[in-house]
């Protein structure tokens, strides 16, 4: 019986100092860790503009506004680290003078709230015959670039203009380093690269395209595909697209067809494209890449007192009628419609006085059809905001610029293709809105149409502006990327940017 008891006593005893021993391990562990986080307490390890502030959610207010205070909110731009921001509405401080550089742009202190708000972006120097040099412009003086300061490059007209969105960024950045010219300021052009958020590649892709993708009887290949091989070899042997494996590499391609070879070898950059239509989405989707906006052909409808009543035409379209792939549905349209009263629905082009002719049409119009073409999207919707006639889009696929900002269902009516050719479908809608809803869409449409308009020097809130605006909310996703690019970089580069293979759309060429 004693024994019993003393080995009943040893295990307890055993119990009680193995509860001990875990426990004093348990106290080591965490202090060990508690002084390993102070030892590494640098700002240099967490990017704190990256945390969440609140003032974010108020980018858009109910749908109401498509604009914000950028004051209100911290960016998660830039290369270095900042404070966290702090809310000082109402401490009754005084603000102090801000300082200016030699441009007139204010100088920010990396803790600043109100400052590094700027998309900071690294340009390539390109020779000019892959930009200006592509619209007949001659370098003087030894500089690529021309002297804004004297005389603006003029951009070809017609439809040319409609994919022209390179030759818009590149002016701003251009003007961005230019004191005196009034221009909004999303973005600003720097001069180290290492300082930048993006790379951009000033490439005009879209009129290389249309100028020159022809081969002549002359020619092994075309200068289009020459310039392509040759921005690749450039582009790519460069320290900047080495260190990030070109994921911060901006790519300008929104001609449907430009590129053709230069995007399976500089996939991994963001594109800024007008659509997905001819890309397969290993090569680009909505994650990685910028949608932007057709500068629209039709005359703006400027100082427009229109109403319901005084805009005769239902429905509206002109343009190509037999397309193929995606666009079937535009031919099972013109049957089902062209009776109908009050409605237009007529083959068209940009010849014989076309412009002027849709620019009239459209203004007279209620409502505008924008139907899938050879690819989802098309001029016509941007020709409809700019008229204030209201879009009716029927295009399944069909991408929009600034989508994550802006709500389209409050000025367009989307309708899937499916519904779109069910007999007396889209006309009975289209019929079903009355007065009241419609005014209400054409009044948002006035509000929103700047964010659509491409000028020089560029605006507050206009398609430029928005364009970087877009490209800046992909910064964060960007430096993810690069990030985990550089983790084994310490062994050498590797054959990250090769694709092997990628199932092409069936209408990529």
């Not at 509860?19 to 080591?28: E, N, T």
């Not at 009975?428 to 149409?449: F, G, H, Y």
Request: proline share 5%; hydrophobic share 35%; glycine share 6%.
């Amino acid at each position: 019986m004693a024994e019993k008891h003393s080995s009943s006593s040893l295990g307890v005893i055993s119990r009680k100092s193995m509860f001990c021993l875990f426990s004093l391990v348990s106290a080591l562990f965490i202090l060990s860790w508690f002084l390993m986080l102070r030892s590494t307490g640098s700002a240099g390890f967490i990017d704190l503009s990256l945390l969440p502030h609140p003032k974010l959610n108020s980018v858009i207010d109910n749908g109401n506004s498509a604009s914000w205070n950028r004051n209100d909110v911290e960016p998660s731009i830039g290369n270095r680290a900042r404070a966290i921001p702090v809310d000082n509405e109402g401490d009754g401080g005084e603000e102090k003078p801000q300082e200016k550089d030699d441009l007139g742009n204010v100088k920010c202190n990396s803790f600043d709230n109100n400052c590094n708000q700027v998309l900071k972006v690294f340009m390539y120097d390109l020779p000019s015959e892959f930009h200006f040099g592509l619209l007949d412009w001659k370098p003087q003086g030894g500089s690529v670039w021309p002297d804004l300061r004297a005389k603006v490059p003029a951009y070809p007209g017609g439809l040319n203009l409609q994919h022209s969105i390179e030759y818009w960024l590149t002016m701003d950045l251009l003007a961005s380093e230019i004191p005196g010219i009034p221009r909004a300021g999303s973005a600003v052009r720097v001069q180290n690269s290492s300082e930048a958020d993006v790379i951009f590649v000033p490439f005009f892709s879209s009129i290389s395209y249309n100028r020159y993708s022809k081969v002549n009887p002359h020619q092994k290949k075309s200068k289009n595909k020459s310039l392509e091989e040759k921005l690749v070899k450039f582009v790519t042997s460069q320290k900047e697209w080495r260190r990030s494996g070109g994921r911060d590499h901006i790519i300008l391609a929104h001609h449907p067809n430009s590129m053709l070879y230069a995007r399976m070898k500089l996939w991994t950059a963001m594109f800024i494209l007008a659509d997905f239509g001819r890309y397969s989405p290993n090569i680009a989707n909505v994650g990685k890449d910028v949608i932007a906006p057709y500068k629209h052909v039709i005359k703006s409808y400027a100082n427009d007192s229109s109403n319901f009543d005084s805009r005769p035409t239902l429905l509206y379209f002109q343009g190509a009628i037999y397309r193929k792939d995606g666009g079937f549905a535009r031919q099972e349209l013109y049957y089902a419609l062209k009776d109908e009263k009050d409605v237009h629905f007529q083959f068209g082009s940009v010849q014989k006085d076309g412009v002027s002719k849709a620019s009239q049409g459209m203004h007279s119009s209620k409502f505008c059809l924008n139907i899938a073409g050879d690819t989802p999207s098309s001029n016509r919707l941007f020709d409809a905001i700019a008229s204030h006639c209201v879009p009716v889009i029927i295009s399944d696929d069909i991408e929009l610029p600034y989508e994550d900002v802006l709500d389209y269902s409050q000025f367009c009516i989307f309708v899937r293709t499916s519904d779109a050719v069910r007999e007396k479908f889209l006309i009975n809608l289209v019929r079903s809105i009355k007065k009241d809803e419609w005014t209400r869409m054409w009044q948002r449409l006035k509000e929103v149409e700047n964010f659509f308009e491409f000028q020089y020097p560029s605006k507050e809130g206009d398609a430029v502006q928005m364009i970087w605006q877009a490209v800046a909310r992909k910064v964060p996703a960007i430096r993810l990327k690069v990030n985990k690019f550089r983790r084994f970089s310490r062994f050498g580069t590797h054959e990250d940017g090769v694709l092997r293979k990628i199932p092409s759309p069936s209408n990529f060429w």
